[in-house]
């Protein structure tokens, strides 16, 4: 991937494991590649106020020997967690809502579920 774009990203985890991707998800062959001519590249100016670490350095794994059907894997992915996302917001409004109608405000109730 073209690390000098604006749009890279990349996270360690605590495993040590590195996530590489596009901001705008237009590489579908990341980690390993951005599409040639890629319309949204923009060369990353500067790092202003940000840190770079030692781990961002690792290598990229090796690239697997085919890549077909990674894309429309990773898009039944993403509308598995788009469809989940309705019912956890549902959830958490249930909550709110019953917290407010509680009375306590939410900041005490929680402070107070914690000790």
Known sequence: ???????YESRTYASGETMRMCRLDL???????CPENC???ERRIGDAGFTAGS????PVPD???SLEGVGELLDDAEDIVNAVGPGVLADVERQREHEQEAG???FWRRLFRRR
Not at 27 to 33: C, E, G, M, S, T
């Open 1 to 7: 991937m073209r690390v000098d774009c604006k749009h």
């Open 27 to 33: 590489a579908p062959d990341a980690p390993w590649r």
């Open 39 to 41: 319309p949204a590249y």
């Open 55 to 58: 781990l961002a350095d690792k």
């Open 63 to 65: 690239e697997p020997e």
């Open 104 to 106: 306590a405000p939410t």
